[in-house]
């Protein structure tokens, strides 16, 4: 199919608005993927989108509304009644409903979930409410087939069905016992073989993959990458199917978690997209900024402490944004392997071990950036033998600190509990500069002696 | 199940193999899914882990190649010999398969393919070495269930079937004519609810979603994800279907990409993990280092020509470490989001928007952290006026260029067709380093007039 949204439909669906043609903007629209409607509601005027979402029906755009960019959604829902929200709220799957009634304020979720039509799927919707939006209980959805170990194969069929009108996808039949607790799995394939009269207990597989509501999203996408599973069951405490977590949900939350952790290396302190207000962006970038401003701060003290050296060693100042730089990045480096080995459990071995290897490590690389710069500023810069020993030693004794720093900070914090993505980007780089100056400028009082 | 590989269960694997007791290994085994069995081998001593591969049915561990690291699973397809690597790899779909032999060095790939004894499997493997491993033709797997348009839905059942004994999930039915070119899908339900004497050209639907085998894994993921999909298939130049891209292939191509996303903006330039040895983390940290290094010595120079002001205001030089380091994290920020909306495709409006939106957010943001800085230079350095003013407008002028160095690098790297998340980490606080020096200087220099 391969199909674009080109400037020419957005035009013509422009007119067609502009003149009230609704008869052909729904044959127009009628076969385009809700994918794509929201493509098209992203470039519409506020007001012209608003005219599409009503006139079209609230299947199609209910999908389409779960496609949006959370700000655009925001500005759609905000001029619909809470009847037409509730409208398509109907026509979603529990989990992307309870995202959407997530996004509102406090009041008008509840004049909103008055409105729906069907107790149980309102009920549902309420109930997801409740978790964490990271944990399995707030990926999921409700919507999945089960089965009754009691049931007969026959019975089971029927009931099968009518279950499955309400899921877009089966991917798997969960067997359940009387109190509705998860009993294992069972494959179409053995179902329509078995002879008509057996039971779902003689038939089923009781080993099935499961998580639990509080399981963390991190864990939930581990485990379903781990054994490639497109779908997971998930219990409640007392062991009872409540739900089920889809493939399509986890690859979004990886991409989400993943921009996340891009975005905080980066020193951004909230998800924002290029196309967020002046107002959200400064608001997401302003905190590490003063962070880094008061890590600046002190730096000047520090570099303040040693101003005895300008007579004698002005060229020591010269230097000193090179070693900041060579800390800060030797500190990211680091940090960022740790990181993502804390991220895939694969950090391994002893904090011993580790310890060992990164000295191992940055000496290597302190060793042959030391002999460049020193090879440099012999023949460019002229460098004395004192001037010249100061400047080596001072950098790799830098880098071995610095990688240090940005091993251990982030092990460290991630035995506290506190999430180990915060010890990157500006907070390495920061803390590296400042020790990295001290470093420099404590060896080079030693050894020049002023 | 929530099955965890635990110690004792590791000691006791290792005592079974010590003993040679294979009945009770194989027992022991049989029941552990072939991800787990993976983790098991990595615990392992090499020589045990070969023991266990040998020992299992080449089924069970041709799934557990798949999920080694690719560090572990080198050593171990070392001591198979080509025999024994061929017997795992007819057990292994055609993608995962193409993938494992794509490790081995030429020569040994020759030798293993010769020893398939499936003449067609061996055929897809090496078609499908043929493509680029980032691009759907690399992605894909020949495995899938095909139907010819002109079959009839008797026909087409039987066929069906034996085709899904080698598919692992069917996901979806794919139609073709006479001369295999991709014609659209067929839906389970309507295959089985239409008549026997029914054609498959009146019952399938004729629009489905296809790649080339040259699109772009990026592209691949974005499709997949915006539609929805769990597999989708994959077209050669002449429109003839030659396989399909599954979700789980998706899942772990993003990941990938956002772990090296991520290395890439630490400054690590190709994918290790915290497990590699010393000389591969040197090789990957080192290139970005020595870039680094080679920025500073650049800043040495253009710090050494403002010499002059040291008399006077040697202050100044205090202050270079903090205009750096606001230079580098605003840098990083912006490439960070300008990035990210490129990846996204959702960097909207033209570059002069861009630009004025950029200079006036930076612009707002220099002016908070100048006050900050002001505040705190007259109450604890007792800055006077012109000093003052200096650092003020220094700090301003270094933000908005770094915040425009940021964002319009990666722009204009991606029109000109190179990865734009080259220049981000390293290059950019590099580079704005300089260019912060410089900035701070000259503006000194007009100002205090040395």
């Keep these: 199919m391969q199909f674009q949204v080109s400037d020419e439909l957005i035009e013509r669906i422009e007119f067609l608005i502009e003149n009230q043609k609704d008869e052909e903007l729904l044959d127009l629209l009628e076969e385009i993927h809700h994918a794509d409607i929201a493509e098209i509601i992203t470039e519409l005027e506020l007001e012209q989108a608003t005219y599409l979402v009503k006139l079209l029906d609230s299947q199609k755009t209910a999908e389409a509304l779960m496609e949006l960019d959370i700000g655009v959604r925001e500005r759609i829902l905000e001029t619909l009644s809470s009847k037409e929200i509730a409208e398509e709220l109907e026509e979603m799957d529990t989990d992307d409903a309870a995202d959407i009634i997530s996004e509102l304020s406090l009041e008008r979720q509840q004049t909103v979930i008055a409105e729906i039509q069907d107790e149980q799927h309102a009920g549902d919707i309420v109930e997801l409410l409740r978790y964490d939006e990271n944990s399995a209980g707030g990926l999921m959805a409700k919507e999945l087939v089960k089965v009754n170990e009691n049931w007969s194969v026959t019975g089971c069929m029927t009931e099968m069905r009518a279950q499955a009108e309400n899921v877009t996808r089966v991917h798997s039949i969960y067997v359940v016992d009387n109190k509705d607790k998860l009993k294992g799995r069972l494959s179409l394939k053995d179902l329509l073989t078995a002879s008509s009269k057996a039971n779902i207990s003689d038939i089923y597989i009781p080993t099935v993959d499961y998580v639990n509501v509080h399981t963390e999203g991190e864990e939930v996408a581990r485990v379903m990458q781990k054994y490639d599973l497109e779908a997971i069951p998930v219990v409640d405490e007392m062991g009872r199917l409540v739900g089920r977590v889809t493939i399509d949900d986890i690859v979004d939350f990886i991409r989400e978690e993943a921009e996340r952790d891009y975005q905080m290396a980066a020193g951004i302190s909230e998800g924002v997209e290029a196309d967020a207000s002046i107002w959200k962006l400064?608001?997401?970038?302003?905190?590490?900024?003063?962070?880094?401003?008061?890590?600046?701060?002190?730096?000047?003290?520090?570099?303040?402490?040693?101003?005895?050296?300008?007579?004698?060693?002005?060229?020591?100042?010269?230097?000193?944004?090179?070693?900041?730089?060579?800390?800060?990045?030797?500190?990211?480096?680091?940090?960022?392997?740790?990181?993502?080995?804390?991220?895939?459990?694969?950090?391994?071995?002893?904090?011993?071990?580790?310890?060992?290897?990164?000295?191992?490590?940055?000496?290597?690389?302190?060793?042959?950036?030391?002999?460049?710069?020193?090879?440099?500023?012999?023949?460019?810069?002229?460098?004395?033998?004192?001037?010249?020993?100061?400047?080596?030693?001072?950098?790799?004794?830098?880098?071995?600190?610095?990688?240090?720093?940005?091993?251990?900070?982030?092990?460290?914090?991630?035995?506290?509990?506190?999430?180990?993505?915060?010890?990157?980007?500006?907070?390495i780089t920061t803390s590296n500069d400042i020790f990295g100056i001290i470093i420099f400028f404590s060896i080079a009082k030693s050894i020049l002696e002023f």
Excluded: C, Y
């Excluded at 804390?342 to 950036?369: D, M, P, T, W």
């Excluded at 880098?399 to 035995?415: N, Q």
């Design 282 to 427: 400064t608001r997401a970038r302003l905190p590490w900024l003063i962070l880094a401003l008061f890590g600046g701060f002190v730096s000047v003290t520090v570099l303040g402490t040693f101003d005895a050296a300008m007579q004698e060693h002005a060229a020591l100042f010269f230097f000193v944004p090179l070693i900041a730089a060579m800390a800060g990045n030797v500190g990211v480096q680091s940090s960022a392997i740790v990181l993502q080995g804390l991220a895939n459990q694969s950090l391994r071995g002893s904090l011993l071990q580790r310890l060992i290897k990164e000295v191992l490590l940055s000496l290597l690389n302190g060793v042959v950036l030391a002999t460049l710069l020193l090879v440099g500023g012999i023949l460019l810069l002229g460098f004395d033998f004192l001037f010249g020993l100061t400047i080596g030693i001072s950098l790799i004794s830098v880098i071995i600190i610095a990688s240090l720093i940005g091993t251990f900070v982030p092990i460290i914090l991630d035995k506290f509990g506190i999430d180990p993505a915060m010890a990157t980007g500006p907070f």
